[in-house]
């Protein structure tokens, strides 16, 4: 299904975004793109837009914690042309590379139902099927690994979430997981700077294959 800029299927989500808009008039609050080229071989799913990054800048990862750690490694590895991604016009390329969500809007408390996730898969499926045999798709955090299996009509079961670990699909893609780049799981280190470049050292091995 082709994303819909103006989407209310969620009613829920809907409502929340309207009273977002009505608090912070200058806030993007609108179901958020995806970033980057429909082709590119390299997909970041992520799980929904923050508050105050991609439901103010209208670009996912862009405003908020957990946009710093990402884009700086995707610059680092090449699939970015800057390493701060500050606006939705700020002139920052991603190289081969797409970022998404599972679930377009903003939830309340940054946690969508079981019920919008399968809503809104819709669109991830159809980001998913635009990509070429051989790509890699990154998930972060479990959500968006759960997301991407629905997609695929694939049973959880037999592709269970870990960090770094590398499921292959029947599909030809392969899917990598990694912990979400939050600000909660950077400052308990359950997710360090090293171990999130590894995984970013595994998606360009994988990318080369």
Not at 18 to 44: N, T
Not at 147 to 169: C, N, P, R, T, W
Request: net charge positive; aromatic share 10%.
């Amino acid at each position: 299904m082709k994303f819909k800029p103006n989407c209310k299927d969620c009613p829920r989500l809907a409502g929340f975004l309207k009273d977002v808009k009505y608090k912070h008039p200058d806030y993007f609050a609108k179901p958020v793109p995806a970033f980057g080229a429909a082709r590119a071989r390299f997909l970041i799913v992520g799980l929904a837009p923050g508050m105050h990054g991609a439901n103010k800048t209208g670009r996912p990862f862009t405003g908020d914690h957990a946009g710093i750690l990402l884009y700086e490694t995707l610059f680092k590895y090449g699939f970015a042309s800057k390493p701060v991604s500050e606006s939705a016009d700020d002139k920052l390329k991603l190289k081969n590379c797409r970022i998404t969500n599972a679930v377009k809007c903003l939830p309340p408390e940054n946690k969508p139902s079981t019920d919008e996730v399968n809503k809104c898969n819709a669109y991830l499926k159809t980001e998913l099927e635009a990509m070429p045999e051989g790509s890699v798709i990154l998930a972060l955090g479990s959500i968006a690994h759960k997301a991407i299996l629905k997609s695929f009509d694939l049973k959880q079961s037999a592709y269970k979430f870990g960090h770094h670990v590398v499921h292959e699909l029947p599909n030809g893609l392969r899917l990598l997981d990694s912990y979400h780049c939050s600000r909660y799981n950077t400052q308990t280190k359950r997710l360090t700077e090293e171990m999130f470049q590894q995984v970013f050292v595994t998606a360009q091995t994988l990318l080369v294959k």
